[in-house]
């Protein structure tokens, strides 16, 4: 089942829903700043955080102490991270933000926003499904070190 392009394609597509959840929820928290999170948002990322739980265990499942080692550890390793520091996320949530007050309560929320952001990145598992993007992607990060020495080139041309 975990091996299959079907699964993949279902994970895959809850990642999309998950970071456009994620994009959703933080458009309404800036313009409801004052209010509270709607009890949908946190339904919702309590189902991602569960269905990723349970993908994450059944690859370790399937795999068992090859997960770490075959030759996609590295997506493995990172889905692992993204996974642990959403359930850091809920953990934090279900423990640590009652016992919060003040101005504290500020600096404990960046951190949770900070988390949802990293989730966001889980995204970048998709470009080795999609290879025309991923070439797009790596074209891209390729041409950064010229496209640096060019702004370099026309900042000296310009001030010198």
């Known amino acids: 089942v975990v091996e299959s392009m079907f699964f993949d394609l279902c994970i895959s597509s809850m990642i999309v829903l998950n970071a456009i959840t994620i994009g959703v929820q933080s458009d309404y928290m800036v313009r409801h700043i004052s209010e509270d999170v709607p009890a949908t948002f946190v339904t919702f990322e309590k189902i991602f955080c569960v269905i990723f739980s349970i993908e994450l265990f059944m690859r370790i499942l399937v795999y068992g102490g090859r997960f770490f080692v075959m030759p996609e550890w590295r997506w493995n390793l990172f889905d692992s991270f993204i996974v642990g520091m959403q359930l850091a996320e809920e953990l ?40 025309e993007l991923r070439t797009m992607v790596c074209s891209i990060a390729s041409s950064m070190k010229s496209l640096m020495w060019t702004l370099v080139l026309i900042l000296l041309m310009m001030y010198i």
Request: charged share 20%.
């Open 92 to 131: 934090l949530l279900a423990v640590g933000l009652g016992a919060q007050s003040g101005s504290s309560n500020y600096s404990f929320m960046r951190i949770l926003r900070i988390l949802r952001l990293v989730r966001i990145m889980r995204l970048v598992r998709l470009l080795r499904f999609v290879q």
